[in-house]
């Protein structure tokens, strides 16, 4: 067992509350330092007094249990084929015998987007844990690409363990460290992401089956709204919010477009120019699009100008999140001050099938929204769990991986598409206790909301066009809060004194007050 100094007790806590394989902490105290052991099993023994206990139902370890023949009292006692992990664990905590399972996380019987594994393994006791092939990757010579193994994918495996105490007495090897488990230093979940080439995407309908994401009407007023949802801090989508905008007739496929704007104006378009006109775009599109299938995406800021007037010409703010932005009470925000060089958090959002973005956390603190006016688009959600689930823990890991898109991928090849099909395609089954990732299929007409620090991917099914605004929410004030002093200077003050009301301002001054006493 290997024992580390304390930092922060309570804070150590919350991350093992937080973690899919952390079962408690055992304390000790050490001459003058205290030292702590994360635990995947603290065993029922009052030699253990100083422990705590995760109050999550079921842990999730990476690897397959194995059982060594010198232990004849632990071996598989049953194994099911094409079965959901809901029903998976229901079957395990329903049987006298039964501490976990092990399950393959990728899909190969069943192809497709499902939520069925294609075996599961059910045992009564663990001994060890098979954590698959080690690969050892020599480092790149500089100046030279990391090299990645050719023709290697593996099933990556990981075992749901019931986190009962009792029942596990006698059952688990005291000595497993979840340490052990780790593919890399910095890991913090079960979870390997490892990328390989694209396959075929799956089918429209197959996402929508996969979708319980709630649906409301945006028919909702902002007061109820941020009552009602945003300070609940959980993703929905809303309906309609576009039925009134002339984006609605107007932005009816990417051609639509091509008169809509100056030619002159400059655009932010991936796969073509970070910094182009609206003609060289329409001379790509022509050229690469139509004739080769080549993949672009529109990513465009609206800042002051022409293009900001013309595309608020065509769509408005949706109603549940009017006058929601506290950035924007901040001294010259329009004009990139805050954040430093960022400014307004408006975008035009044109793409084509098959690019996307890559699992991230959107920045500075803010919520979005974001409005599907044409196509749709495939959304790839994770628990929130604050400093265990973050976008390096969801990236390709590139000693796994296998996939270089190629230099004339066109973005709809690249590694977006090759995430989504190697990792995505089976987030669902990447448990947190309770929770899992959620598939979300946006349509023409919905408008998602994101609060702020939830990891997420999306990844355009066929042609899109959107627009969407990230904004501080008063609903994570004490994020915004720290974010406006990480800025400098005194423009907090004009929030403080101005804009925050007395609620507010005892919510800053307990998180942070910048000023010494």
Request: glycine residues 6%.
């Amino acid at each position: 067992m290997n024992l580390s100094p304390l930092r922060t007790e309570e804070k150590e806590k919350r991350l093992c509350e937080n973690a899919a394989d952390c079962g408690g902490i055992l304390f000790r105290s050490l001459q003058s330092t205290r030292q702590f052991a994360k635990l995947l099993y603290v065993p029922v023994a009052d030699e253990y007094s100083e422990v705590f206990i995760s109050s999550k139902a079921w842990l999730v370890h990476r690897g397959l249990v194995v059982n060594d023949d010198a232990n004849k009292d632990y071996g598989v006692i049953h194994t099911a084929t094409n079965i959901t992990i809901p029903d998976a664990r229901n079957y395990c905590s329903s049987h006298p015998d039964c501490v976990a399972f092990s399950i393959p996380i990728q899909t190969e019987k069943l192809l497709g987007l499902t939520h069925d594994v294609d075996e599961a393994v059910f045992f009564n006791g663990i001994s060890s844990f098979d954590y698959g092939i080690k690969i050892e990757i020599p480092d790149a010579a500089p100046g030279e690409k990391p090299l990645r193994p050719d023709n290697i994918i593996e099933t990556e495996w990981a075992t749901h363990i019931l986190h009962d105490r009792t029942k596990l007495t006698g059952r688990v090897n005291v000595r497993v460290d979840i340490d052990d488990s780790k593919y890399d230093d910095f890991s913090t979940t079960p979870y390997r992401p490892c990328c390989h080439p694209p396959t075929d995407l799956p089918t429209i309908q197959e996402v929508r089956v996969m979708d319980t994401l709630k649906r409301i009407s945006c028919n909702i007023s902002r007061e109820e709204f941020y009552n009602t949802y945003e300070k609940s801090r959980i993703p929905i989508m809303l309906t309609g919010c576009d039925d009134d905008w002339p984006a609605h007739k107007l932005w009816k496929d990417t051609r639509s477009l091509f008169d809509r704007f100056d030619n002159s104006s400059t655009w932010h378009i991936s796969g073509v120019s970070e910094n182009t006109t609206w003609s060289n775009f329409l001379e790509f599109y022509e050229q690469n699009v139509t004739h080769y299938g080549a993949g672009y995406r529109v990513f465009t800021k609206l800042e002051d100008g022409y293009l900001s007037t013309e595309v608020h010409k065509d769509y408005k703010v949706p109603q549940p999140f009017v006058d929601a932005d506290i950035y924007v009470k901040l001294p010259q925000y329009e004009k990139r001050h805050f954040p430093i060089g960022f400014g307004p958090m408006h975008w035009f959002l044109i793409g084509s099938k098959g690019t996307g973005t890559l699992p991230h956390i959107d920045p500075h603190q803010t919520d979005a929204w974001n409005t599907l006016v044409y196509g749709h688009k495939w959304w790839i959600i994770y628990p929130l769990r604050p400093e265990i689930l973050t976008e390096g823990e969801t990236l390709c890991f590139s000693l796994c991986s296998t996939y270089n898109p190629p230099e004339d991928s066109y973005l709809n090849n690249g590694e977006e598409k090759s995430w989504y099909m190697s990792v995505g395609l089976h987030a669902h089954k990447m448990y947190f206790d309770q929770e899992a990732p959620m598939h979300i299929l946006q349509r023409a007409g919905e408008t998602i909301y994101l609060p702020y620090g939830y990891v997420h991917a999306v990844l355009n099914m066929d042609e899109t066009i959107a627009v969407t605004q990230n904004y501080a929410s008063p609903a994570n004030l004490n994020g915004v809060w720290s974010e406006v002093l990480s800025q400098g200077n005194d423009r907090w003050k004009r929030l403080y004194f101005q804009h925050f009301n007395r609620i507010q301002r005892r919510e800053a001054r307990k998180a942070k007050w910048p000023i010494a006493a």
